[in-house]
């Protein structure tokens, strides 16, 4: 049965931008039956539902609404199943990623969605935000490295999106329009993942710059060895200091993973490219070291009370709006193989922020990694994704959530 527990005010980190409001009660389910059971009560009494993982939600997903019934996962935290046959991994929505992660190495293998250790997100909050990490451009997103869902909705109940077998391609492939809605369109209590080879050898190299201009010409030979990095990640000083001590204006972050020959080859090529003389290299156990520095960035940035923005640009139009931001004081960290960046502020933007209009100006988007929560900019959001965009949206979420009680007022809903 649904444990209730009692009513708690303000659970929210008060480190995160919003703040909960007084929900009517926060459940703990400890299976399918007691979520789905929990849906149809909400549903019946038009209760609002907002699941919840961790809470670490920068936008604001999981914040409870006043007089909402909060699902709080803590309990659904079990590793199912570790297939090493299929190469799949089963586990309940609770489970957090760090723990996913040592389970997967500890046994040979490699989940190329890193966690980042000091919030302990877990795997439901991962699939809600479609959490990437700083692999992305690499091994994309929680959306592609997820092979199955079960997901609890108060129309069709328990149901199973997607298979074990990779080879698996007709029809219509509906988890996907699942995994980043934020809890709107269902509740998932079974996610499985797909693994790969744990790599041999991992490097982490940082590089010194001291313009924009000369880490986009580092940039150009690199895209010349014709490979992707695991990360490469380009940032301003401050942020660069949350991570190690350093002088120089910027840094590249740069993440290479691969068979040990391979990643040696990569390694002297980047160096020639870089001032190979100040470049930092940390492997074997100064890797685990430099590498839990870099997961735990974002919240020291937070600690600051710094707000990490996130839009994406075609990489054509980085340097430039790096330059802009650098006029505007704004520190930020580029995934410069994707054009995704975090942009820091001591304040959340409004929703006719200059950089949004810059942005799709310059046919970026608005969300690169945090996805829109609550956030002022998803106002923008639907009126630049327009009319039939959004009417497609909403006779999706109506055929699964007619009342709309799962997580209101988040993406478009
Ligand atoms: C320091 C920091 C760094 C970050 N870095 C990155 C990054 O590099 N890349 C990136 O993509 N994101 C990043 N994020 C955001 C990250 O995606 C989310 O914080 C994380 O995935 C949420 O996990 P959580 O368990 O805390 O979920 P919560 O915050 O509790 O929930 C997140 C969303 O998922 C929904 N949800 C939770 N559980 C379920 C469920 N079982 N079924 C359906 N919906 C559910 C919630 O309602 C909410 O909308 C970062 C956040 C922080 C704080």
Known sequence: MVETEKIEKNLFDKNMPFNDETPYSVIYPENNKDVLEALLWANKEKIKVIPRGSMSSLSGGSKAVKDSLVIDFSKMNKIIEMDTHDLVLTVEPGTKLKDIYSEVEGSGFYFPIDSFSSYNGTAGGAAGENYQGMRF???????????????????????????????????????????????????????????????????????????????????????????????????????????????????????????????????????????????????????????????????????????????TLPIKSCPSFLKYLEGKNYDFLLHAQDGGMLVFRERIPLANDEIYKIVLDQKGSLIAERQLGIQPKRKLFLEKSGKVYVELMNSLKKSVDPNFILSPDRYVF
């Open 137 to 311: 451009a690499k091994y994309s997103d929680t959306r592609l490295n997820t092979m199955q869902i079960e997901v609890v909705n108060p129309v069709h109940g328990i149901v199973t999106l997607g298979g074990k077998t990779v080879k698996n391609v007709s029809g219509y492939d509906a988890k996907i329009a699942w995994i980043g809605s934020e809890g709107t369109l269902g509740i998932f209590t079974k996610l499985m993942y797909k693994l790969l080879p744990l790599p041999e050898k991992r490097s982490i190299i940082i590089l010194p710059f001291e313009s924009v201009d000369e880490f986009f010409s580092f940039k150009r030979e690199f895209d010349s060895l014709k490979v992707f990095a695991s990360a490469l990640d380009f940032m301003s000083n401050k942020i660069a200091n949350y991570i190690l001590k350093v002088d120089s204006k910027y840094s590249a972050f740069i993440l290479i993973e691969g068979r040990e020959l391979e990643v040696e080859r990569l390694k002297q090529e980047i160096l020639k490219f870089g001032k190979s003389s100040e470049a930092q290299i940390f492997e074997g156990k100064d890797f685990t070291f430099m590498y839990e520095n870099r997961l735990s960035m974002g919240s020291r940035s937070l600690n600051d009370k710094l707000f990490a923005d996130d839009v």
